[in-house]
Nanobody
């Protein structure tokens, strides 16, 4: 099992940047595919970005491509989401997710992830 704790959220003006971190407890972090999802008010949880076990493959939602970057440090059991050029529509609760898998691909569907963090609020003001 793995426990996930997000940090780095907060309030930022449009055009600004934030860096989210997700610290994972437990062993074998490098065996988990990792992802970031978000859920805005009255909306369903949506995929933001994913990264495979080694960090060599990433995948992004079209809405964040070119602005957000996911990365991981397997030595520190941490995955990051660098968010630049933030827009008010990026306002949401952001969730870190983990999937234990031998698959080297990136997972992009919520159902593929078995472990979730508690979520952290990101608010972008106009």
């Amino acid at each position: 099992q793995v426990q996930l704790v997000e940090s780095g959220g907060g309030l930022v003006q449009a055009g600004g940047s934030l860096r989210l971190s997700c610290a994972a407890s437990g062993r074998s972090f490098s065996s988990y595919r990792m992802g970031w999802f978000r859920q805005g008010p009255g909306t369903e949880r949506e995929f933001v970005a994913g990264i495979n076990r080694s960090g060599g493959r990433t995948y992004y939602a079209d809405s964040v491509k070119g602005r957000f970057a996911i990365s991981r440090d397997n030595a520190k059991n941490t995955v990051f989401l660098q968010m630049n050029s933030l827009k008010p529509e990026d306002t949401a609760v952001y969730y870190c997710a983990a999937d234990w898998s031998v698959n080297s691909a990136v997972a992009a569907r919520p159902g593929e992830y078995g472990y979730w963090g508690q979520g952290i609020q990101v608010t972008v003001s106009s």
